[in-house]
């Protein structure tokens, strides 16, 4: 495992392997995963404000994001004794925006070494030497990571945003198109670009049923949300 504090996996890349105490017990990060779509995600801190939005609102979510086949993971600088201090605070004294009695039962990783944090590249110095930014890291049933976000300590990040990420990498995968600028499910998707001459003469020439063309490289066709629902939802 890389443990240079500059390095940052990639899009593409392997997710990198690790073994970790979590609030639910020891992991073999991403193998006790295999198979399903894995948000990997660091919080700077237990106890502090955004962090805990941020935690009732994901803990709020997790039914929603298991339905899709994932797997949370969060994790910070912090020790498993904090986190189940502050998990149960959350749990008990938490009232935000109607949320309330909000139960986290996925994995917080104890990374009070900052192994993974570095591995990750989850700490950048200019924001803080000892405490993660707001990284995430969608790593795909193969183990592949697919997006990465960085995020810095004062800003909460997006929960919708992360759920259209990750219906838009399955939608991806699933039915071989790519998504256009502000694409949420239920919009058109774009078609795959002509590989040949002929056929980008083709597609210049003969729209396919309910394919629009805006020129021989970019056409859309539409994906209906129910489509989407069916196919990737367990
Ligand atoms: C917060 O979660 O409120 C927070 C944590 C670290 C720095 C700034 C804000």
Redesign the pocket.
Known sequence: MENDITAIPRIGDDAPAFKAITTEGEINFPDDFQGRWIILFS???DF????TTEFITFGNMTAEFEKMNCQLVGLSIDGVSSHIAWLRTIEEKINYKGMKNVKIHFPVIDDVGMKIAKTYGMLHPGESNT?AVRAVFFIDPEGIIRTILYYP??LGRNFDEMKRILIGLQTIDRFKVALPADWKPGDDVITTSPGTMEKAEQRANEEEAGMKCYDWFLCTKPLPLEKIEKNIRR
Do not use: I, S
Not at 48 to 51: D, E, G, L, Y
């Open positions: 919080h700077p801190a502090t404000p955004v962090c405490k300590m004062a």
